[in-house]
Nanobody, 123 residues
Framework: QVELVESGGGLVQAGGSLRLACAAS????????MGWFRQAPGKEREFVAA????????YYTDSVKGRFTISRDNAKNTVALQMNSLKPEDTAVYYC????????????????WGQGTQVTVSS
């Protein structure tokens, strides 16, 4: 059974940084599109960032551009999300996802999801 496991969440003050990591078992991530989504309390899950299987193309939602960076290490079968200049509105559960469909911002393009990691940004 394919599994994605996120780590690196936590509590941080506004302006601080966190680095999320996503590790996979039983799936070679270098064949797949990888994405990060988040869900805040009372809100729907939203797209945050994605990276193509080769790493040559990256995508971000407007609210995180210039602050977040998605990267992948295919040799280690991991994907990371570096989050800088965090804001209280970034508070959410962050999910790593793996997929193969072309619409990188659509959750339906991803077939495997992690369990999520909580990120809380205090003001």
């Amino acid at each position: 059974q394919v599994e994605l496991v996120e780590s690196g969440g936590g509590l941080v003050q506004a302006g601080g940084s966190l680095r999320l990591a996503c590790a996979a078992s039983r799936r070679a991530l270098n064949r797949y599109l990888m994405g990060w989504f988040r869900q805040a309390p009372g809100k729907e899950r939203e797209f945050v960032a994605a990276i193509t299987n080769s790493g040559s193309n990256v995508y971000y939602t407007d609210s995180v551009k210039g602050r977040f960076t998605i990267s992948r290490d295919n040799a280690k079968n991991t994907v990371a999300l570096q989050m800088n200049s965090l804001k209280p509105e970034d508070t959410a559960v962050y999910y790593c996802a793996s997929g193969s469909q072309p619409l990188v911002r659509a959750s339906t393009s991803y077939d495997i999801w992690g369990q999520g990691t909580q990120v809380t940004v205090s003001s």
